[in-house]
């Protein structure tokens, strides 16, 4: 299956429905759209809608990769919890398996999350209630 869409088909969630769009405050996702949409020079994968936690940011910073510090230079603010960020799928499946993973926004996690993590696994950390 191909999850990197042309730009002109509309991206899909992992629900299969159209992605919603994560975070404009602050702003995030790979093209700074607000969504968690990826292409072929998103290397890392930044696809999983999750909303912050202090856990997960203490986990991100012991892992290399510290999302609380303001990055002016970048237009980076930092995050706080509650605040919603397009996270690298790879790092929030390291983050499933220590038992740290935040909680999902299914209908803004893009269907390329599912290469690195079950769809139960992201149904048991899902914020968003899912329409029957």
């Known amino acids: 299956m191909r999850y990197l869409a042309r730009m002109s088909e509309p991206s899909r969630n992992v629900l299969g429905g159209p992605l919603l769009t994560c975070s404009l405050k602050p702003r995030t996702g790979w093209l700074r759209d607000g969504c968690c949409r990826t292409n072929e020079q998103d290397r890392g994968s930044h696809v999983v809608c999750a909303q912050m936690t202090a856990e997960f940011l203490t986990f991100s910073q012991a892992r290399g990769n510290d999302l609380s510090t303001p990055v002016p230079a970048y237009g980076f603010p930092g995050l706080k919890p509650g605040d919603r960020w397009c996270l690298c799928a790879s790092r929030w499946a390291e983050a499933l398996a220590t038992g740290n993973a935040p909680r999902v926004v299914l209908a803004a996690t893009h269907e390329a999350a599912l ?7 992201y149904l048991a950390h899902a914020v968003d209630a899912i329409e029957s």
């Not at 290469?115 to 696994?121: G, H, L, P, Q, S």
């Open 115 to 121: 290469r690195y993590a079950k769809i139960e696994d």
